[in-house]
Nanobody, 128 residues
Framework: QVQLVESGGGLVQAGGSLRLSCAAS????????MGWFRQVSGKEREFVAA????????RYAASVKGRFTISRDNAKNTVYLQMNSLKPEDTAVYYC?????????????????????WGQGTQVTVSS
């Protein structure tokens, strides 16, 4: 069983930055690939970024590539999402998720169905 707790959301002006954190417990953290997803009310949850177990492979949605950076600190059991040059369209609830099925330390998935455990979400609001 994995517990995931996100933090760092809030209100920011367009062009600003936020860093989201997700603290994990319940499993050996470096056994799991990690991802960030986001959801706007009334819309489907969408992929934002993912990072492999060993941190060596990352993937981003086209809409955030070049602005967001995912990273992990396996010693602290934490995954981060650094969000720069924020836009109003980045407004959403952001969810951290764990993919426990990755056998290889370097593979990741952008498919929502690959992720077994989810945090409660943190609201990010970007004002124009």
């Amino acid at each position: 069983q994995v517990q995931l707790v996100e933090s760092g959301g809030g209100l920011v002006q367009a062009g600003g930055s936020l860093r989201l954190s997700c603290a994990a417990s319940g499993r050996t953290f470096n056994s799991d690939a990690m991802g960030w997803f986001r959801q706007v009310s009334g819309k489907e949850r969408e992929f934002v970024a993912a990072i492999s177990r060993n941190g060596g492979t990352t993937r981003y949605a086209a809409s955030v590539k070049g602005r967001f950076t995912i990273s992990r600190d396996n010693a602290k059991n934490t995954v981060y999402l650094q969000m720069n040059s924020l836009k109003p369209e980045d407004t959403a609830v952001y969810y951290c998720a764990a993919d426990t099925s990755r056998i290889s330390g370097s593979t990741i998935s952008s498919w929502l169905g690959s992720y077994d455990y989810w945090g409660q979400g943190t609201q990010v609001t970007v004002s124009s």
